[in-house]
């Protein structure tokens, strides 16, 4: 399966020669992906669960099919997909799922968690309920490129720890956690390992058995699917693991996750992660090509100009810079060409800065000067030569 060449609208310069970079936040759905899901919308309209009718079946061979395709594309077994309404979905489920198994087996056994200080918002409000709930939870500290460094790890295991769970490539930043040394160490110690994959699944290579990651987070709409579906991989076997189920109702999803499911979505899902798969060294080698012509090109036309997150352990489409001096919130009105993501925002009356630049290190000040630039399928070159040129007359 090849990916399309037809470029959907809005990613172009169509719309008044806008430029969207900001694939990290969503990707427009790939016309293969469109293409697959329109018959369950019409034609193929059954519920998988209706098992006594041939609409029925074609519904759950759609079904099936994806599972099969999301499976091989993190190297899964289909029996370890569990669809989701996406990868926030999916985080919570892990935390709340596990906190529900394990007080269901024994309610006076203590629980700790350990995530870092600059995972994704619904992992951090998430951890942050959960120690209302009793649950012990240790944020660790990261190095300055946004990485959870392994002795700091170790150290911050306990007896009673039951769960590490840290973001696999940085949403802001695109800086690479180590995961595979992570899951030696959860491993070792006998401790399930949770990781946040959504930015890593069709950007990075991610194989979960040879890894030996437990439990995974993703979601359709970062790999050019549908919004609104994702996954949670939950390992069979060495450890099998188990959490209680998220919705109660009619036993779809092995009992796990009740609920009449999404079938033109989760058709999506499926054909976009093949895409993902099959594509995924070409796309790798052509997005770290023009990631790094347009940080040499920013570099070249803006002084001071300075790179976030890791150099090279990085995210092949994501950049993320400070602009010294030079506030976003000023800078957004002239930057009405380009989709962007700003490191502060302004929300309720009161200005909130990204905890993952502060995290890193970044002042509030630098944090408010930042922009993420994330590149996808349809960026050309020629766009990033006229961003470069809209940032350097902006600033």
């Not at 806008?18 to 019409?42: C, G, H, R, S």
């Not at 790798?284 to 790179?307: C, D, K, V, Y």
Request: glycine share 8%; charged share 20%; aromatic share 6%.
């Amino acid at each position: 399966m090849e990916t399309s060449s037809e470029r959907p609208m809005g990613t172009s310069q169509q719309q008044d020669k806008a430029i969207y970079l900001d694939y990290n936040a969503t990707t427009p759905v790939d016309p293969q992906v469109f293409q697959a899901m329109e018959p369950y919308f019409k034609e193929h309209f059954g519920n998988p669960a209706s098992a006594g009718h041939r609409w029925g079946w074609v519904a759950e061979s759609a079904v099936t099919k994806a599972r099969a395709q999301v499976a091989s594309a993190i190297g899964a077994k289909s029996s370890e997909i569990t669809f989701t309404g996406g990868a926030t979905e999916s985080n919570n489920w892990v935390l709340f799922g596990l906190i529900s198994k394990i007080r269901e087996e024994n309610p006076y056994e203590p629980i700790h968690f350990i995530t870092s200080c600059v995972e994704h918002s619904s992992i951090m409000k998430a951890m942050g309920a959960v120690q209302k709930m009793g649950v012990e939870v240790d944020f660790l500290p990261v190095n300055r490129y946004g990485q959870v460094e392994i002795e700091t790890l170790r150290k911050a295991l306990k007896p009673h720890t039951k769960l590490m769970s840290f973001i696999w490539v940085n949403n802001e930043i695109g800086t690479i956690n180590p995961i595979p040394e992570i899951a030696r160490l959860a491993k070792e110690a006998k401790i399930y390992l949770h990781t946040d994959a959504t930015q890593a699944v069709g950007k990075i290579p991610v194989d979960v058995t040879e890894m030996g990651i437990d439990l995974m987070s993703f979601s359709a709409h970062k790999i050019y699917g549908p919004k609104g579906t994702g996954a949670l991989y939950m390992r069979s076997k060495d450890p099998k693991v188990q959490i209680n189920p998220l919705i109660y109702g009619g036993g779809q999803e092995r009992g796990l996750r009740s609920g009449t499911l999404n079938v033109p979505a989760i058709a999506g899902f499926g054909v976009a992660a093949e895409i993902c798969q099959k594509n995924l060294p070409l796309e790798n080698q052509r997005m770290t090509e023009l990631r790094n012509f347009l940080w040499s090109h920013l570099q070249a036309a803006i002084p001071g100009i300075r790179l976030n997150g890791h150099p090279t352990e990085r995210a092949p489409n994501n950049l993320n810079i400070t602009l010294p001096g030079h506030k976003t919130e000023m800078l957004i009105p002239r930057l009405q060409k380009m989709g962007v993501s700003t490191g502060s925002a302004c929300g309720t009356g009161a200005m909130v800065i990204s905890h993952v630049l502060t995290g890193i290190g970044l002042t509030s000040e630098e944090a408010q000067c930042s922009l993420r630039l994330s590149l996808g399928r349809w960026t050309t070159q020629e766009e990033l030569t006229q961003a470069v040129e809209i940032l350097k007359g902006a600033w």
